[in-house]
Structures are given as C-alpha cells and as structure tokens.
T-cell receptor
Framework: EAQVTQNPRYLITVTGKKLTVTCSQN?????MSWYRQDPGLGLRQIYY???????DKGDVPEGYKVSRKEKRNFPLILESPSPNQTSLYFC????????????FGPGTRLTVL | KQEVTQIPAALSVPEGENLVLNCSFT??????LQWFRQDPGKGLTSLLL?????REQTSGRLNASLDKSSGRSTLYIAASQPGDSATYLC???????????FGKGTLLTVNP
C-alpha cells in the first residue's frame, strides 16, 4: 500500500530534550516536506527536500532541522524543543513535475511542557 | 506572497443537499490546486488534484473546478451525507519549491 508513515503519532516531552520525528514514504517520491498545523494559523511549511541531500527552509524553519540521506526518509529534528513548538506535525511527499499530488502522513501530535 | 482564502469558514446543511465550497488565491502562477479532507485530529486525505491546465476534476460525488485566471476554485459535493462532515482544505502548489499554500478550511457539518 502506498503511504507516508510518521512516528511517533503522539509525543509529550519537556523543554530542551532533543527529539526526532521520523517520516518515511514508499512511493519513490523525490519531494518531501514538513508542515505544522496550529489553530487559527492553518498549515505552514517548515522544511522541504527536492531530493536526496537537497533540503531548504520553508516558512517557519526556526527551531527545526531536517536531513535527507535516503530518498524514502525525511526526519524532523527538534534540538531543543520549546512550548511554542507544541503543534500537530505532518510529513508529505510527492513526485516532481506537473502531476505532483501531495500525500500526507497521519500526523504527529507533539506537546512540549 | 500567495494567499488562499476559503469561504465560508463553516457550513451546516441537511443530508441530501448539494453544496459548494469556495477557494480563492491571489497569485495565478500555480502548478496545481489540491482539495483535501481532514477529520478532527486526523491527517489530510487528498480528494482531488486539478492541474493548472485543467478546468475541472471529478471523483464520485465530488467535482472540483479551477479558473486559474481569476484565482478561483470550487468544490461541489452532490447529495451530501453525514459522513461528509469534516474540514475541507484547499491548497495551491506553486513556486520553485513546490510549496503547498493552504487556506484555513471550511468546516462542513451534514445533519441527518
């Protein structure tokens, strides 16, 4: 089954404790990205990757890191989480080119105390 | 900067009614437009993708149209059912980074 998976689905942590949210897709997509969803602000892009070893900032990159060492994986790293990073996070992937329908993972609900 | 607006923010209809959700965007230089459905606290399910060269797409009871020059799209839902209750999000794909710019969504409630 074609899908984007994220882990963990739920996470409660404390300020300053480094964490990683994993994202994996099995569709051989070149493009992957991370979004956060907050009430009243909607979905905003954090980082994106056009292909292996090619990453760039989205609209709200502060406090986050990413890496793209393999085509299928695109982890999101919070080196020192803060309460304002409490949010619902989504990973997405798509092909490059004209027909770039984007597929989303199930989401990771993060709470930083 | 691309901005996407969805009207109305919320809509409540009786079961069986046909309805239209509206989406507008400020920059017509888009690749595609995609409609999603989101259930409370859940992920995004892709409903329809309309390429910039297309005028409409249909899937079952759903029909989405795109008027790129005027920066508008509509999602038509025929014969609505309670299971259609969800938030519907419109997003345009554009720019060198293929970024999705989302609207704030329309919360649809279909009453039995």
């Amino acid at each position: 089954e074609a899908q984007v998976t994220q882990n963990p689905r739920y996470l409660i942590t404390v300020t300053g404790k480094k964490l990683t949210v994993t994202c994996s897709q099995n569709m051989n997509h070149e493009y992957m990205s991370w979004y956060r969803q907050d009430p009243g602000l909607g979905l905003r892009q954090i980082y994106y990757s056009m292909n292996v070893e090619v990453t760039d900032k989205g609209d709200v990159p502060e406090g986050y890191k990413v890496s793209r060492k393999e085509k299928r994986n695109f982890p999101l790293i919070l080196e020192s989480p803060s309460p304002n990073q409490t949010s619902l996070y989504f990973c997405a992937s798509s092909r490059q080119g004209d027909y770039n329908e984007q597929f989303f993972g199930p989401g990771t609900r993060l709470t930083v105390l | 900067k691309q901005e996407v607006t969805q009207i109305p923010a919320a809509l409540s209809v009786p079961e069986g009614e046909n309805l239209v959700l509206n989406c507008s965007f400020t920059d017509s230089a888009i690749y595609n437009l995609q409609w999603f459905r989101q259930d409370p606290g859940k992920g995004l399910t892709s409903l329809l993708l309309i390429q910039s060269s297309q005028r409409e797409q249909t899937s079952g009871r759903l029909n989405a149209s795109l008027d790129k020059s005027s920066g508008r799209s509509t999602l038509y839902i025929a014969a609505s059912q309670p299971g259609d209750s969800a938030t519907y999000l419109c997003a345009v794909i554009g720019g060198s980074n293929y970024k999705l710019t989302f609207g704030k969504g329309t919360l649809l409630t279909v009453n039995p």
